[in-house]
């Protein structure tokens, strides 16, 4: 009975727009160039998008947040719980299909997000970000001082399977960055179809007169709370993705400046389309390369000359280039 | 008079020495239409926040087709079915208008829908029949923000329309409108409000002409006291009306 009335408010969701068959095709289609093209770019680039796309996910959560009127400065604790969790569930429990291990990460970001969501859903503004960014340091804390967990050094994890085979090699590689391009577009897909919903435009309400959507009888403080949750998963799966490509955690992953990276990714791309968080990820992983390369130790400067151009030439981001409003 | 959709009995609230309101008695019927005057200060919004729960009485009781909101929280008056809008317009300006109307449907049909198309077909029809009703339809795909005063308005009392209201409350709708407008405007109003001829109307209004046209029952407020509750004709010619409300006869 359920899934039956679940099936027709999809049905109902899929009439009301031609949206989501657009937006279905839209990742299809970036998944099948970005599958083709891994084929016949270097392999630094496959990996370089590899990881690109998993923070694009984390940043993705926090976008979610913004469109509520909220930035969390701490979602690099469950980039960090996706991460640890699934290199946990690798090392000590057996766990090794790449698939599992990423939902598996996504599920124990929430599990961590769960008993916070009603407090912080009580926040706005500055103290939603600082109680946010200080519950990431104390989970940094907790992760440099647990040696059984590595302490600062934090431990490696081997390569993953993916349907029973196992990821080595070049070929291995290729795949893995096939997995995490596919998770990557059907989640792209899923928050597109969220923020189209009538919860994603009541949630842009909130961002814009949190009183009037209070009085048309939502609670802003559930939204907030619900946001935060989704917020949680999507950095646990991007968490466990970028692990599973790194094969190495580390407690830095709930680092201050690592969730900074994380906000300068939402920022870049803004909160009015999904694709720009993936475009807006990309670019910076570009930059630090290059940075890297030519500029050592001065990457930082090169990606704050970067921020203030956007900030001043696109102020909503780089997703405002082609979409008024990502409904 | 039939069941009261709104009773307020002993309704007394005090800002410290301020006395906001004092031993209000009021019964409200289906269809009424109810014009609440007085000078600021009055008492009015105060009445009017009391209802919707904003403000919570220090004494006497406030029941709404007989149940009890006196204590109850504004959102959960207002899922009862008291619905308002306000002086100055509350809105969502980044949206269109039509998608102003989309929110207040989605929260009318409650939260936790993720996969619901805020576009829904049937919700997209009844926003468009309300807006219709409004005279609203042109503006549809226009951002709030830059719409003129008078039409926020509209779209203000079309989006508390939504969800059926038991009663409804108007905010002086027709203040900061230009004067050659306000006939014009509360006509529309009423006559969006006419298909929905039991909903009571409670509406805070400084125009005597505007309550001559409109209302069927008038309530005055002075001091945080009713001082005339009757038909518009028997109140406006009351002389404590004339002293402390319209000010046609000066001094005490």
């Not at chain 1, 949190?210 to 802003?220: C, F, I, K, N, T």
């Not at chain 1, 989704?230 to 400046?257: C, D, K, N, R």
């Not at chain 2, 409650?110 to 049937?122: E, I, K, T, V, Y």
Request: net charge positive; charged share 15%; hydrophobic share 50%.
């Amino acid at each position: 009975m359920n899934t039956i009335i679940h099936s027709t408010a999809l049905a109902r969701g899929l009439q009301g727009s031609s949206r989501p068959l657009r937006t279905l095709a839209a990742a299809a289609a970036t998944f099948t160039v970005l599958a083709v093209a891994g084929l016949c770019v270097p392999a630094w680039l496959t990996y370089l998008v590899t990881i690109a796309a998993g923070n694009a996910l984390v940043s993705l959560g926090i976008v979610a947040l913004m469109r509520g009127g909220v930035v969390s400065f701490g979602q690099g604790m469950f980039f960090a719980a996706g991460g640890y969790g699934a290199a946990l569930l690798f090392n000590q429990a057996g766990w090794t299909d790449a698939l599992a291990l990423a939902a598996a990460g996504g599920v124990l970001a929430v599990a961590l997000a769960l008993p916070f969501a009603p407090l912080l859903a009580r926040y706005r503004g500055i103290f939603f970000a600082t109680l946010t960014l200080a519950l990431s340091m104390v989970a940094y804390g907790v992760l440099m001082k647990w040696p059984e967990l590595g302490g600062s050094d934090g431990f490696t994890v081997g390569r993953p399977t993916l349907l029973g085979q196992r990821l080595d090699g070049p070929e291995g590689a290729y795949r893995l960055f096939l997995l995490t391009v596919a998770l990557a577009a059907a989640i792209g897909f899923l928050a597109r179809i969220y923020f189209a919903s009538s919860t994603g435009l009541v949630t842009l309400a909130a961002r814009d007169n949190e009183l009037r959507v209070e009085y048309l009888g939502a609670s802003v403080r559930r939204l907030i709370g619900a946001n935060f949750l989704i917020a949680a998963f999507f950095g646990g799966v991007g968490g466990a993705l970028v692990v599973l490509s790194l094969g190495h955690v580390e407690p830095a992953f709930s680092y201050w400046t690592v969730s900074g990276e994380f906000v300068f990714i939402a920022v870049l791309a803004g909160y009015r389309s999904v694709p720009a968080v993936f475009i807006a990820s990309f670019l910076l992983e570009i930059v630090r390369s290059f940075s890297s390369a030519y500029f050592p130790n001065t990457w930082q400067l090169a990606l704050g000359l970067f921020l203030l151009l956007v900030i001043r030439f696109l102020p909503q981001g780089i997703g405002s280039l082609w979409t008024r409003e990502a409904r | 008079m039939q069941e009261a959709i709104l009773e307020a009995r002993g309704i007394a609230k005090r800002f410290g020495a301020v006395v906001a309101a004092s031993d209000i008695n009021v019964k409200i019927g289906p269809g009424e239409r109810v014009g609440l005057i007085g000078s600021n200060g009055a008492g009015k919004t105060t009445f009017v926040n009391m209802i919707t729960g904003y403000l919570k009485p220090d004494e006497g009781q406030i029941k709404l087709a007989g149940t009890d909101i006196t204590r109850l929280a504004p959102r959960a008056i207002n899922m009862l079915g008291v619905k308002r809008s306000f002086q100055i317009p509350q809105l969502f300006g980044d949206l269109s208008v039509l998608e102003n109307m989309l929110v207040a449907l989605a929260c009318r049909d409650g939260q936790g829908n993720f996969l619901r198309s805020a576009r829904d077909p049937l919700r997209v029809e009844h926003a468009d029949g309300l807006l219709r009703r409004f005279r609203l339809q042109e503006h549809r795909r226009r951002r709030v923000s830059e719409l003129p005063g008078g039409v926020r308005k509209l779209l203000d009392i079309a989006m508390a329309l939504t969800a059926r209201p038991k009663l409804l409350l108007l905010d002086e709708p027709t203040s900061a409108v230009a004067a050659d407008e306000k006939f014009q405007m509360m006509d529309t109003i009423m006559s969006a409000l006419a298909e929905d001829p039991e909903t009571p109307v409670l509406f805070v209004e400084h125009d005597m002409d505007i309550i001559g046209r409109h209302a069927t029952r008038v309530i005055a407020f002075y001091s945080g006291r009713i001082i005339a509750d009757d038909a518009p004709a028997a109140v406006l010619a009351q002389d404590d009306v004339r002293r402390y409300v319209t000010g046609e006869i000066s001094g005490e």
